[in-house]
């Protein structure tokens, strides 16, 4: 037996000299090179590919290419399935394994086909009649619907494939490589432009390729292949195949996704998708026109196909849609089908067409034997799994039921409905579409943006018209881009011919006797029915109807269907089509992978990681790292067999007891020069900065313009001139944006110069009781002691050669310094002071215990700086400044600032012992447990071992000493706490000054 | 001044390069190599006239450039970054600032020294543009972007400096030293497919 029974010895452009394996629901096939999923299931015979999305009906392959809205399956499997994939869209390859979706157990056994026993009971908007009541239970119901009316299953695994991504400029886009944009390529190309023409198909040539015809007199392969060498010749044009245009964005961008390897898998290094940002200062649309099919009775089932594809088929892939076949149409392209199908050895029966009269297009089927039937139409398939024959009557479009007339026996029906210019990218462009009636098709509009549409993409269908349409708009565009360029195509020219006008088909009356369904939509299972019903019940706008029915949704976004719905929305109404207006179109034009959408910007490069100049020495000590802002910081340093509580407590208790380091290198650093950089400073900050004398550091907090307290840190003056500013590692680029926007903007009047420095320092903190004899050694000779350095102190100095800023200033409450040195000497410094302070007991320690230590002494973070506090609401109301203005000070006389019944800081500790308090938790009264605060951080105190926390309590500092409920409803924990002052540790301050 | 305390690359603690094995016979569509040392200064405003002129003359440019095109003198390029400011980059790998900084300061406020800040990487061969087409949002076609362009833009989500060096395939990217690391295995990635070479300066068994 015939391995590939419906191939024909000879044609197409498969090679037959490689023959490819492939399993299709478990079964194995073979195929050529060449072949498409689709192509090389019809070759073996296979004509049952999917069960419909609502029905379950069985379907079969009905298009070419992207316009199919049946043959969906999942292809590959673990963790490169893919679902929702266009058997008509995938080259095939040996070892392509692929299924049926959407059935149980098999494509040729469903169980769920019985829903079409309730059809009935489940009309358009079934969703939102039968299963809301009771009232509720949608929510029950919505687990099986969603499970039956599955389309794939995404895989669950990671996906293991590389995506990648490309920016790309240029003069001329054209999207689309059928004979219009080969045209317009080459127009545009030889004029010197960068040209970018994308293709969705393996090859250039469009519908071209699918025909037997002639370019001039080449046959149009030749002339395909010629202009694509052409084309590659020219250096600043850049071809893509296998690449989908799937939206047009603002400003003439447009996403263009490129299958690098999926037809080719196993290829290591390269990327499987690669997605183009194309940003084109002009483009050419020649995106062709989809066939439409026609309503009539049961034109869903396997069997029934576009006469485009058929033809296609025919000619590229050498494969017999079917032994026999009949072809209904309403327009002329359907007679070359007829033709071709019957010289690849189809048996044409009857070409049916519903126009009366027909013109040069008939002498196609001169002493070819198919009869040809004309005035009649056909009014319903007949068959169960695949047609096996129809009913065709004489064709009267305004009765309401037509009396059947002849059964002509068929395999195979092929319908043509005219053609929908592919108007997606113009209308996602902000274009306009418009109805043609002539062309019965919407065809694009005035542009808004850039584009210009060519060839069958507006309608015109004869090659030679798209050529020279073609070329004229490539010229057109390059000329508009800046270059010279002629109309005159070029190209050896076919003849023309003249076209019988189409048919405007949209409806086909019913054959009397049962009624079968008509399907408007094949992919949403969408009959003419649930239109009207639609209708019927108010539905009046197509936006409406669409979401109502789901005609035109899903991958399909209504390639063949949406021209027919409007149709028949028009009819219902009584309007006429082209004033029903079109959906609105969106991207993407085929499904995109997200694989695709995130390119490379997954794992290490979701989110680039900053490290600071320690960072080695941090992961070589056993560091666990976490994410600070954009930073990467020390969170801790366990050693064997703690954990990073244990850590914590270690790490915190060696700073009370010895000393430790951490790395600050994350801090904001900014520096400020200029004689009115102090004048900046008394703007910007709250408190006063006039009187800082040279060599001291001062702490400051900004407040924001509403009054609430923006950001905190320490400003040193390292000259009369020269500040230098810390800033939260979390808030640092809000901060440069603003000072930068109040000094470019606000005040330019200003003399002074901001420079950001986050990058150009390393810092470090040590902190503890015997930091100040590690720095001693460090800048042994020199003086560090407290005269000579107190508390806010600041020196600049050189060591070993390399200049250190040493800031006596502590976030933990202890006696500590902060040394800022050259990002490149960072790893040194840091490397000396832990060899320094070996003999002082020094541990390094990370954003853990410089939490609990910070906690201890009641210092505030982002936890209180929250937005919503003001400077006194958090104990700092003195820092204020009495005179001269600031941002936010005229906010502060707000009376609502000025409440007594203001949140305000507070310290909490348990009252009775506890292991934790409830973090986040709500502050209530005990007897009427009343509201009054929260929680804002809490942890365990190593030093005082017991839990501690800061809270915003309503006016706390009158209330310490008070018995309050902590309560975490959310967590179910509550536990009485008692109020006190908010420094649980060294309150007098003298540790610090020590 | 011991070794100890010259400056270390903010890339120094890469085990390996990353990139294919980088033999020089090799022929590699795109070579991504760090230039190590040097000088990078941020010049603020310029001040009198006749400063600047004599500054700009020492250093062997032809004037103060404007947006979008870098001045380049003998082993020293600079770079406009922002309204009345510029990156001076020096190419000598012995020169970290001082000196320079001295020549400048009369003619523009301030003069700050920032070698330490910045981590230079230079992209070059056949194949530079593609790579960088991966990653940068602007159009470097020698058309729109030609040898001495200079700009401040997004490369892979990092703010940079890019610009244009001499030769016809070579690019030049300053990034801020925290994210260079992120930025290497980026461009050791996205080299791949071309067959890259990515070499650390100074590094024993990769060439520089």
């Given at each position: 037996m015939n391995e590939q029974p419906f191939r024909n010895p000879s044609g197409g452009a498969i090679d037959r000299s490689r023959p490819l394996g492939f399993v299709f629901n478990g079964r194995g096939y073979?195929?050529?090179?060449?072949?498409?999923?689709?192509?090389?299931?019809?070759?073996?015979?296979?004509?049952?590919?999917?069960?419909?999305?609502?029905?379950?009906?069985?379907?079969?392959?009905?298009?070419?290419?992207?316009?199919?809205?049946?043959?969906?399956?999942?292809?590959?499997?673990?963790?490169?399935?893919?679902?929702?994939?266009?058997?008509?869209?995938?080259?095939?390859?040996?070892?392509?394994?692929?299924?049926?979706?959407?059935?149980?157990?098999?494509?040729?056994?469903?169980?769920?086909?019985?829903?079409?026993?309730?059809?009935?009971?489940?009309?358009?908007?079934?969703?939102?009649?039968?299963?809301?009541?009771?009232?509720?239970?949608?929510?029950?119901?919505?687990?099986?619907?969603?499970?039956?009316?599955?389309?794939?299953?995404?895989?669950?695994?990671?996906?293991?494939?590389?995506?990648?991504?490309?920016?790309?400029?240029?003069?001329?886009?054209?999207?689309?490589?059928?004979?219009?944009?080969?045209?317009?390529?080459?127009?545009?190309?030889?004029?010197?432009?960068?040209?970018?023409?994308?293709?969705?198909?393996?090859?250039?040539?469009?519908?071209?390729?699918?025909?037997?015809?002639?370019?001039?007199d080449q046959p149009a392969q030749a002339w395909i292949d010629s202009t694509v060498a052409t084309l590659r010749a020219l250096t600043e044009t850049i071809l893509l195949r296998r690449a989908t245009a799937f939206g047009y964005y603002d400003h003439n961008q447009l996403g263009i996704v490129e299958r690098v390897t999926d037809h080719r898998p196993g290829r290591a290094g390269e990327p499987r998708h690669r997605l183009w940002h194309v940003t084109a200062k002009r483009v050419v649309l020649a995106t062709g026109a989809h066939e439409r099919s026609l309503v009539f009775g049961n034109n869903d089932l396997p069997g029934v196909m576009l006469a485009s594809a058929a033809r296609g088929y025919a000619n590229v892939h050498a494969v017999r849609a079917g032994q026999r076949a009949v072809v209904f149409t309403n327009n002329d392209s359907a007679y070359a089908a007829a033709s071709d199908l019957r010289a690849a050895g189809v048996e044409v029966r009857a070409l049916v067409d519903c126009r009366d009269q027909i013109g040069g297009a008939a002498d196609l089927l001169h002493e070819t034997g198919i009869e040809h039937i004309t005035g009649w139409a056909v009014l319903e398939a007949r068959g169960r799994k695949r047609v096996t024959a129809v009913t065709i009557g004489r064709f009267e479009p305004t009765a309401d039921r037509a009396p059947p007339g002849r059964i002509i026996d068929c395999d195979l029906l092929c319908v043509s409905g005219g053609w929908n210019p592919t108007i997606h990218l113009h209308a996602q462009a902000r274009g306009r579409p418009v109805f043609d009636e002539p062309?019965?098709?919407?065809?694009?509009?005035?542009?808004?943006?850039?584009?210009?549409?060519?060839?069958?993409?507006?309608?015109?269908?004869?090659?030679?018209?798209?050529?020279?349409?073609?070329?004229?708009?490539?010229?057109?565009?390059?000329?508009?881009?800046?270059?010279?360029?002629?109309?005159?195509?070029?190209?050896?020219?076919?003849?023309?011919?003249?076209?019988?006008?189409?048919?405007?088909?949209?409806?086909?009356?019913?054959?009397?006797?049962?009624?079968?369904?008509?399907?408007?939509?094949?992919?949403?299972?969408?009959?003419?029915?649930?239109?009207?019903?639609?209708?019927?019940?108010?539905?009046?706008?197509?936006?409406?109807?669409?979401?109502?029915?789901?005609?035109?949704?899903?991958?399909?976004?209504?390639?063949?269907?949406?021209?027919?719905?409007?149709?028949?929305?028009?009819?219902?109404?009584?309007?006429?089509?082209?004033?029903?207006?079109?959906?609105?179109?969106?991207?993407?034009?085929?499904?995109?992978?997200?694989?695709?959408?995130?390119?490379?910007?997954?794992?290490?490069?979701?989110?680039?990681?900053?490290?600071?100049?320690?960072?080695?020495?941090?992961?070589?000590?056993?560091?666990?790292?976490?994410?600070?802002?954009?930073?990467?910081?020390?969170?801790?340093?366990?050693?064997?067999?703690?954990?990073?509580?244990?850590?914590?407590?270690?790490?915190?208790?060696?700073?009370?007891?010895?000393?430790?380091?951490?790395?600050?290198?994350?801090?904001?650093?900014?520096?400020?020069?200029?004689p009115d950089a102090v004048e900046f400073l008394e703007r910007v900050y709250a408190n006063r900065w006039r009187s800082l004398p040279v060599g001291r550091c001062r702490y400051g907090i900004m407040l924001r313009e509403d009054g609430m307290v923006f950001d905190d840190g320490t400003t040193t003056r390292l000259g009369e001139q020269h500040f230098f500013m810390t800033t939260t590692t979390g808030?640092?680029?809000?901060?440069?944006?603003?000072?930068?926007?109040?000094?470019?903007?606000?005040?330019?009047?200003?003399?002074?110069?901001?420079?950001?420095?986050?990058?150009?320092?390393?810092?470090?903190?040590?902190?503890?009781?015997?930091?100040?004899?590690?720095?001693?050694?460090?800048?042994?000779?020199?003086?560090?002691?407290?005269?000579?350095?107190?508390?806010?102190?600041?020196?600049?100095?050189?060591?070993?050669?390399?200049?250190?800023?040493?800031?006596?200033?502590?976030?933990?409450?202890?006696?500590?310094?902060?040394?800022?040195?050259?990002?490149?000497?960072?790893?040194?410094?840091?490397?000396?002071?832990?060899?320094?302070?070996?003999?002082?007991?020094?541990?390094?320690?990370?954003?853990?215990?410089?939490?609990?230590?910070?906690?201890?002494?009641?210092?505030?973070?982002?936890?209180?700086?929250?937005?919503?506090?003001?400077?006194?609401?958090?104990?700092?109301g003195r820092m204020l400044k009495s005179t001269g203005d600031y941002i936010g000070r005229r906010s502060l006389s707000r009376p609502g600032l000025a409440e007594p019944g203001r949140p305000q800081l507070v310290g909490l500790v348990p009252e009775g012992p506890a292991l934790a308090l409830p973090a986040a938790a709500m502050l209530v009264t005990p007897g009427e447990r009343r509201y009054v605060g929260e929680i804002t951080s809490a942890n365990w105190s190593p030093t005082l071992q017991k839990p501690i926390g800061l809270a915003l309590l309503a006016a706390g500092r009158s209330r310490h000493g008070e018995r309050l409920i902590a309560t975490a409803p959310m967590h179910g924990t509550e536990m009485p706490v008692i109020v006190q002052a908010p420094n649980f540790f060294d309150p007098e301050g003298e540790r610090l000054r020590a | 001044v011991p070794d100890a305390i010259e400056p270390r690359s903010a890339l120094a603690d890469l085990r390996a390069h990353g990139g294919a094995a980088s033999s020089e016979a090799r022929e590699a569509g795109v070579t991504v190599r760090e230039v190590r040392g040097g000088a990078v200064l941020q010049l603020g405003r310029p001040g009198p006239e006749p400063a600047v002129t004599a500054a700009i003359a020492a250093l062997g440019?032809?004037?103060?450039?404007?947006?979008?095109?870098?001045?380049?003198?003998?082993?020293?390029?600079?770079?406009?970054?922002?309204?009345?400011?510029?990156?001076?980059?020096?190419?000598?790998?012995?020169?970290?600032?001082?000196?320079?900084?001295?020549?400048?300061?009369?003619?523009?406020?301030?003069?700050?020294?920032?070698?330490?800040?910045?981590?230079?990487?230079?992209?070059?061969?056949?194949?530079?543009?593609?790579?960088?087409?991966?990653?940068?949002?602007?159009?470097?076609?020698?058309?729109?972007?030609?040898?001495?362009?200079?700009?401040?833009?997004?490369?892979?989500?990092?703010?940079?400096?890019?610009?244009?060096?001499?030769?016809?395939?070579?690019?030049?990217?300053?990034?801020?030293?925290?994210?260079?690391?992120a930025l290497w295995h980026w461009l050791v990635e996205a080299a791949e497919e071309f067959g890259g070479t990515c070499v650390l300066a100074g590094r024993a068994g990769h060439a520089a």
């Amino acid at each position: 037996m015939n391995e590939q029974p419906f191939r024909n010895p000879s044609g197409g452009a498969i090679d037959r000299s490689r023959p490819l394996g492939f399993v299709f629901n478990g079964r194995g096939y073979s195929g050529y090179a060449g072949d498409t999923l689709a192509s090389a299931l019809l070759a073996n015979g296979v004509s049952l590919v999917a069960r419909s999305f609502k029905y379950h009906r069985p379907r079969g392959l009905f298009g070419l290419g992207a316009e199919e809205p049946n043959g969906l399956v999942e292809v590959g499997q673990g963790a490169r399935r893919e679902p929702n994939v266009k058997a008509t869209q995938v080259e095939l390859y040996d070892g392509l394994v692929a299924a049926s979706q959407n059935c149980w157990p098999s494509v040729n056994f469903d169980v769920f086909a019985a829903t079409g026993w309730f059809a009935p009971l489940l009309p358009a908007g079934f969703y939102y009649k039968t299963f809301m009541a009771p009232r509720g239970r949608w929510m029950f119901y919505e687990r099986y619907i969603r499970r039956m009316a599955g389309i794939g299953h995404a895989p669950v695994l990671p996906d293991p494939d590389r995506y990648d991504y490309r920016q790309a400029h240029c003069d001329v886009l054209v999207v689309g490589g059928g004979p219009a944009g080969l045209a317009a390529a080459l127009a545009a190309g030889r004029s010197g432009a960068r040209v970018i023409l994308a293709d969705e198909a393996s090859g250039f040539g469009g519908m071209l390729r699918n025909t037997r015809g002639t370019v001039g007199d080449q046959p149009a392969q030749a002339w395909i292949d010629s202009t694509v060498a052409t084309l590659r010749a020219l250096t600043e044009t850049i071809l893509l195949r296998r690449a989908t245009a799937f939206g047009y964005y603002d400003h003439n961008q447009l996403g263009i996704v490129e299958r690098v390897t999926d037809h080719r898998p196993g290829r290591a290094g390269e990327p499987r998708h690669r997605l183009w940002h194309v940003t084109a200062k002009r483009v050419v649309l020649a995106t062709g026109a989809h066939e439409r099919s026609l309503v009539f009775g049961n034109n869903d089932l396997p069997g029934v196909m576009l006469a485009s594809a058929a033809r296609g088929y025919a000619n590229v892939h050498a494969v017999r849609a079917g032994q026999r076949a009949v072809v209904f149409t309403n327009n002329d392209s359907a007679y070359a089908a007829a033709s071709d199908l019957r010289a690849a050895g189809v048996e044409v029966r009857a070409l049916v067409d519903c126009r009366d009269q027909i013109g040069g297009a008939a002498d196609l089927l001169h002493e070819t034997g198919i009869e040809h039937i004309t005035g009649w139409a056909v009014l319903e398939a007949r068959g169960r799994k695949r047609v096996t024959a129809v009913t065709i009557g004489r064709f009267e479009p305004t009765a309401d039921r037509a009396p059947p007339g002849r059964i002509i026996d068929c395999d195979l029906l092929c319908v043509s409905g005219g053609w929908n210019p592919t108007i997606h990218l113009h209308a996602q462009a902000r274009g306009r579409p418009v109805f043609d009636e002539p062309l019965g098709a919407y065809v694009p509009g005035t542009p808004f943006q850039a584009e210009c549409s060519a060839g069958a993409a507006r309608g015109l269908l004869a090659t030679r018209d798209c050529l020279i349409d073609g070329a004229k708009a490539g010229a057109a565009a390059a000329r508009e881009a800046g270059f010279q360029a002629s109309d005159e195509p070029g190209i050896d020219l076919p003849a023309s011919h003249a076209i019988t006008p189409p048919a405007a088909v949209w409806r086909i009356p019913p054959a009397i006797g049962p009624r079968a369904k008509r399907f408007v939509d094949l992919q949403n299972d969408v009959t003419d029915a649930d239109i009207a019903l639609a209708v019927r019940e108010g539905y009046r706008s197509v936006e409406h109807v669409k979401r109502y029915t789901t005609l035109g949704m899903g991958t399909d976004q209504g390639k063949t269907s949406n021209a027919i719905g409007f149709a028949q929305v028009a009819r219902a109404l009584g309007a006429e089509m082209g004033t029903v207006g079109v959906t609105t179109y969106r991207p993407p034009y085929t499904p995109v992978s997200l694989g695709a959408l995130a390119g490379s910007e997954g794992g290490a490069h979701f989110y680039p990681d900053r490290l600071t100049p320690m960072h080695a020495w941090h992961l070589a000590h056993g560091a666990i790292m976490v994410r600070a802002g954009a930073w990467l910081r020390p969170q801790c340093y366990p050693r064997a067999g703690e954990n990073a509580d244990d850590a914590l407590r270690r790490e915190t208790r060696n700073v009370r007891s010895a000393v430790g380091i951490a790395d600050v290198s994350t801090l904001g650093k900014l520096e400020l020069f200029g004689p009115d950089a102090v004048e900046f400073l008394e703007r910007v900050y709250a408190n006063r900065w006039r009187s800082l004398p040279v060599g001291r550091c001062r702490y400051g907090i900004m407040l924001r313009e509403d009054g609430m307290v923006f950001d905190d840190g320490t400003t040193t003056r390292l000259g009369e001139q020269h500040f230098f500013m810390t800033t939260t590692t979390g808030q640092a680029p809000m901060v440069a944006r603003r000072l930068t926007y109040c000094h470019q903007v606000l005040w330019p009047d200003l003399d002074l110069h901001i420079v950001r420095v986050v990058e150009q320092w390393a810092g470090m903190a040590i902190a503890g009781p015997r930091s100040r004899e590690v720095l001693a050694e460090l800048a042994a000779p020199l003086d560090v002691g407290g005269t000579a350095l107190p508390y806010m102190g600041a020196m600049e100095t050189t060591i070993s050669g390399v200049t250190v800023r040493i800031l006596r200033i502590s976030y933990s409450g202890d006696l500590g310094y902060e040394l800022h040195v050259l990002a490149g000497q960072g790893r040194w410094l840091w490397e000396r002071l832990v060899d320094i302070g070996r003999a002082y007991g020094m541990m390094p320690y990370g954003t853990d215990a410089m939490s609990a230590l910070r906690l201890e002494k009641g210092h505030v973070a982002g936890g209180e700086i929250n937005g919503r506090t003001t400077a006194d609401d958090l104990g700092l109301g003195r820092m204020l400044k009495s005179t001269g203005d600031y941002i936010g000070r005229r906010s502060l006389s707000r009376p609502g600032l000025a409440e007594p019944g203001r949140p305000q800081l507070v310290g909490l500790v348990p009252e009775g012992p506890a292991l934790a308090l409830p973090a986040a938790a709500m502050l209530v009264t005990p007897g009427e447990r009343r509201y009054v605060g929260e929680i804002t951080s809490a942890n365990w105190s190593p030093t005082l071992q017991k839990p501690i926390g800061l809270a915003l309590l309503a006016a706390g500092r009158s209330r310490h000493g008070e018995r309050l409920i902590a309560t975490a409803p959310m967590h179910g924990t509550e536990m009485p706490v008692i109020v006190q002052a908010p420094n649980f540790f060294d309150p007098e301050g003298e540790r610090l000054r020590a | 001044v011991p070794d100890a305390i010259e400056p270390r690359s903010a890339l120094a603690d890469l085990r390996a390069h990353g990139g294919a094995a980088s033999s020089e016979a090799r022929e590699a569509g795109v070579t991504v190599r760090e230039v190590r040392g040097g000088a990078v200064l941020q010049l603020g405003r310029p001040g009198p006239e006749p400063a600047v002129t004599a500054a700009i003359a020492a250093l062997g440019l032809a004037a103060l450039p404007d947006l979008g095109h870098l001045s380049q003198g003998s082993s020293i390029q600079l770079l406009p970054v922002g309204p009345r400011q510029w990156l001076l980059v020096a190419d000598d790998p012995s020169e970290r600032g001082p000196t320079l900084g001295d020549l400048l300061v009369p003619a523009f406020k301030p003069v700050l020294i920032m070698s330490d800040a910045w981590t230079r990487i230079r992209i070059e061969g056949p194949h530079s543009r593609d790579l960088l087409a991966k990653g940068a949002v602007i159009d470097l076609h020698p058309k729109q972007f030609a040898v001495g362009a200079c700009a401040v833009t997004a490369f892979a989500g990092m703010r940079t400096v890019l610009w244009r060096g001499a030769g016809d395939d070579r690019f030049e990217i300053l990034v801020g030293r925290s994210l260079a690391v992120a930025l290497w295995h980026w461009l050791v990635e996205a080299a791949e497919e071309f067959g890259g070479t990515c070499v650390l300066a100074g590094r024993a068994g990769h060439a520089a």
